[in-house]
C-alpha cells in the first residue's frame, strides 16, 4: 500500500511524548486522536514496544488504510470510528485511562490527494471537504446558500483572509448565473476576485477561503476546546497530552488552554482567598511551542507551519 501522508514533526512528537522513563513505561496506553494514515502510530508502536494505541478517525475510508498499514502490530493497536470530541465525552469504560493522546490537527495528504472531496484547488472535484462523508452540510451547500455578509464573515474568521468581503461578493454573484460544485471553478472565482498583487504571493489566494469553508463545515474550531477539556480529565495524572497546530486559530485554543491548567492558582479571580492550595493540573513541558527544521520543512512543506505543545497533568481536574 502506498502511504502518501509524511507525519510533520515526527522526531520531536516521539521525544517528549516518550514513555521510556515514566511510571507507566512498562504498561503504556496511548490514544491517537487524529489517525489518518497511521503515520505516528506507527512510529510509537515500532519504538516503544510495550506501547497500545487505539487511533481514531472520523472518515472510514482512510481508516481502512491505516488498518492495513498497522496491522502488523496485532491487538496493539485498536480502532475507533468517529470524532475526538465525541470518544472523549464518552471515554469507554473498558478502556484504561491513556497516558499519553496525541492531536494532530492537520489534514491529511490523503484527503488533499486521494479523496476526491474538494480539498485542493489544484483539482477538479466536488466541493465536498467533509472528513466524514455523511456528515452535516458540504461545502457546496454553504457557498451556494449562505448570504453574502454571512459568507465573507466566514472566510474572515477561520480563514484571516483580508479580502473576505471581496471574495464573498465573486461567489454570489457567480452561482446567480449557475450553481458552484467544482473546487476548480471555486478557485478560478476567487483567483479572479482579488487583486493581481495578491494572484502572485507566496500561497494561491484561494488557500485561506478554502481552508475557512473545511473549518466550517467540519466544526473543527467548535470541536477543539470540547475535546481537549475532556481528553485532559480521561488522561491519567501523570500522563502527558500533546498537540499539533498548523495555523494561529487552533495555536490559540491550545496555546490558553494550557496556560490555564499550568497556573499555580486556578480560583476564579473574583475569589479573595486561594482555595485551591496553588497546585496547576499541569506542568508545560514546552514553554515555546515545538516547530519543525529546515530540513524537515525542505523535504515536507506542509510541516512550515507546524507547532507541537506539550503538558504533563498533575491533578485532576474539578
Known amino acids: 500500500m502506498e502511504i502518501v501522508h509524511t507525519p510533520v514533526l515526527l522526531a520531536e ?8 522513563g515514566e511510571p507507566f513505561e512498562h504498561d503504556a496506553f496511548m490514544v491517537d486522536s487524529t489517525l489518518g494514515e497511521g ?16 487511533g481514531l478517525d472520523a472518515d472510514r475510508n482512510i481508516q481502512a488504510r491505516a488498518r492495513e498499514r498497522l496491522s502488523v502490530y496485532g491487538d496493539r493497536m485498536m480502532f475507533h470510528l468517529g470524532w475526538f470530541n465525541d470518544f472523549y465525552a464518552n471515554y469507554p469504560e473498558s478502556l484504561p485511562r ?3 493522546i496525541l492531536f494532530d490537527l492537520g489534514i491529511s495528504v490523503f484527503h488533499y490527494e486521494r479523496s476526491g472531496r474538494g480539498f485542493s484547488f489544484r ?9 466524514s462523508p ?9 457557498v451556494n446558500t449562505l448570504r453574502e455578509e454571512k459568507l465573507a464573515d466566514l472566510i474572515y474568521q477561520y480563514g484571516e483572509e483580508r479580502y473576505s468581503r471581496r471574495i464573498a461578493k465573486a461567489i454570489v454573484e457567480a452561482r446567480k448565473n449557475c450553481r458552484i460544485v467544482s473546487s476548480k471553478v471555486l478557485a478560478e472565482i476567487i483567483y479572479a476576485a482579488v487583486p493581481a498583487q495578491y494572484r502572485h504571493g507566496n500561497i494561491h489566494p484561494a488557500t485561506k477561503t478554502f481552508q475557512a469553508l473545511r473549518i466550517a463545515v467540519n466544526g473543527e474550531l467548535n470541536r477543539l476546546p470540547v475535546a481537549l477539556n475532556d481528553a485532559f480529565k480521561d488522561l491519567a495524572v501523570g500522563g502527558k497530552l500533546g498537540v499539533i497546530t498548523f495555523h494561529s486559530l487552533e495555536d490559540r485554543i491550545v496555546k490558553n488552554m494550557f496556560r490555564d491548567w499550568g497556573k499555580q492558582c486556578t480560583c476564579p479571580p473574583e475569589q479573595p482567598i486561594c482555595t ?10 514546552t514553554r515555546k511551542p515545538v516547530g519543525p527544521t529546515e530540513s524537515e520543512v525542505s523535504e515536507n512543506s506542509p510541516s512550515r507551519s507546524a507547532k507541537l505543545r506539550v503538558i504533563r497533568k498533575e491533578r485532576e481536574l474539578e
Not at 483539482?123 to 472528513?131: H, N, V, W
Not at 455523511?134 to 454553504?142: F, H, T, W
Open 98 to 100: 491513556p497516558n499519553l
Open 123 to 131: 483539482y477538479d472535484e466536488p466541493l465536498d471537504m467533509r472528513l
Open 134 to 142: 455523511d456528515a452535516g452540510d458540504s461545502v457546496e451547500v454553504l
Open 13 to 20: 512528537t516521539l521525544e517528549y511524548l516518550s514513555p521510556v
Open 39 to 54: 503515520g505516528h502510530s506507527n512510529a510509537f508502536l515500532s519504538q516503544f514496544e510495550n506501547l497500545r494505541i487505539i
Open 276 to 285: 485551591c492550595g496553588g497546585k496547576p493540573h499541569g506542568t508545560l513541558l
